[in-house]
T-cell receptor, first 114, second 114 residues
Framework: ETGVTQSPTHLIKTRGQQVTLRCSSQSGHNTVSWYQQALGQGPQFIFQYYREEENGRGNFPPRFSGLQFPNYSSELNVNALELDDSALYLC?????????????FGSGTRLTVV | AQSVTQPDIHITVSEGASLELRCNYSYGATPYLFWYVQSPGQGLQLLLKYFSGDTLVQGIKGFEAEFKRSQSSFNLRKPSVHWSDAAEYFCAVGTMDSSYKLIFGSGTRLLVRP
């Protein structure tokens, strides 16, 4: 049973650019949640996808968007990058909505915006 | 609004000593509570969770936590710390909306003295 895989592990982008982060969910999981973890902070919920539909969104602007594919993998897209977007982005999959089914977290993508 | 407070940013203990990490939550109903650990460069690993029942919860790696409703607390304990326990620890509360997301505290970094 594979875990959650995120790619890339690190990347550096320039302010104003766009970025796409990818997440392969654990086998058998149909829900993917994305969290942003700024340096020295706890993870903050961005949004969740359940069976390819957005199912809940945190306090993030519309330039944060996502997709979930039929194989339940997911993408997080961020447009018009700002310096404050620099963070570790964590993907978590589960077999039911959110923590009910038990989250499996990936190791994250470290995004640096310069 | 739901929130989680971890009042200790850093804690240093000697190897073999006991450990208690504090967590206070704000939630109107019976909370679903979690403790996660994050090692450098890693995602989040679930240590234990409380949904209902016995207020003393046993987890992995010898950790336990006690839910105290009267104090709105869910403190994490370990009787004897090992050097490998050095990591960041996050307390979280689960929401009851459709996303069943987690709201995390800001974390406590545990340092272990040899």
């Amino acid at each position: 049973e594979t875990g959650v895989t995120q790619s890339p592990t690190h990347l550096i982008k320039t302010r104003g650019q766009q970025v796409t982060l990818r997440c392969s969910s654990q086998s058998g999981h149909n829900t993917v949640s994305w969290y942003q973890q700024a340096l020295g902070q706890g993870p903050q919920f961005i949004f969740q996808y359940y069976r390819e539909e957005e199912n809940g969104r945190g306090n993030f602007p519309p330039r944060f968007s996502g997709l979930q594919f039929p194989n339940y993998s997911s993408e997080l897209n961020v447009n018009a990058l700002e310096l404050d977007d620099s963070a570790l982005y964590l993907c978590a999959s589960s077999s039911d909505r959110g923590y009910v089914g038990g989250y499996t977290f990936g190791s994250g993508t470290r995004l640096t915006v310069v | 609004a739901q929130s989680v407070t971890q009042p200790d940013i850093h804690i240093t203990v000697s190897e073999g000593a006991s450990l208690e990490l504090r967590c206070n939550y704000s939630y109107g109903a019976t909370p679903y509570l979690f403790w996660y650990v994050q090692s450098p460069g890693q995602g989040l690993q679930l240590l234990l969770k409380y949904f209902s029942g016995d207020t003393l919860v046993q987890g992995i790696k010898g950790f336990e936590a006690e839910f105290k409703r009267s104090q709105s607390s869910f403190n994490l304990r370990k009787p004897s710390v090992h050097w490998s326990d050095a990591a960041e620890y996050f307390c979280a509360v689960g929401t009851m909306d459709s996303s069943y997301k987690l709201i995390f505290g800001s974390g406590t970094r545990l340092l272990v003295r040899p």
